[in-house]
């Protein structure tokens, strides 16, 4: 599917590939990041500048946003929206929507190929395993990759609706849908993958 598809659902989207000035933060923004690594820096400032991009699609103006980080590590969004960002090495992006339409969004960017056999006992199922080998193995990296990304979006979807931490063998991904090996209610999703020439973006929304 193309991003423009998630434009036509309602969504506010922004991706960026462009370096980003600190100037850009707020102070308090900013102290987020004191002390840390000036390529996390520069990926964060990234990622906060397409969610400000983005939600000035929705009609903020960017002087008054201020996006700081919740007590459980989730974006302070303006009132009535949802959002979710995600960043790799040189590239971001961030997706926002009211929550008069939608009750969460989860975004994951990863670098394509990223996820390789040597981890797959660590983040998949038995069952998650046996579908990437009916791949060729020309093929493992790259749906690996995929399959990974969208259970990281997942993730993200239905922590701010359930609080609930699950681990990466706890849910398992089943086309169109995942599996959840715990009670936990959520509204009905969608799930969508995006893969380019250099990365694969995965968003799950409801």
Not at 43 to 57: W, Y
Not at 175 to 192: A, D, H, N, T, V
């Amino acid at each position: 599917m193309e991003l423009n598809e998630l434009k036509e659902l309602g969504l506010f989207l922004h991706f960026s590939k462009e370096d980003v000035d600190l100037s850009l933060l707020t102070d308090q923004e900013a102290e987020l990041i004191l002390n840390r690594h000036a390529s996390y820096q520069q990926n964060f400032i990234r990622g906060r500048s397409c969610a400000k991009r983005a939600l000035e699609s929705m009609g903020f103006r960017m002087d008054d946003l201020e996006l700081l980080r919740l007590p459980d590590g989730q974006v302070s969004w303006p009132e009535g929206v949802v959002g979710s960002i995600s960043h790799t090495e040189g590239f971001a992006g961030a997706i926002v929507g009211w929550k008069s339409d939608f009750q969460s969004v989860g975004l994951d960017i990863e670098k394509k190929n990223r996820v390789q056999p040597t981890v797959w006992d660590r983040v998949f199922t038995k069952n998650e395993k046996e579908t990437l080998l009916q791949f060729s193995k020309e093929l493992h990296a790259e749906k690996a990759t995929e399959i990974f990304s969208l259970k990281e979006a997942f993730y993200k979807f239905q922590w701010p609706l359930t609080n609930r931490f699950l681990g990466m063998r706890e849910v398992e991904w089943h086309i169109p849908q995942f599996s959840i090996f715990e009670s936990i209610s959520l509204p009905s999703y969608r799930c969508f993958s995006i893969v380019d020439e250099h990365h694969q973006i995965s968003i799950v929304v409801g």
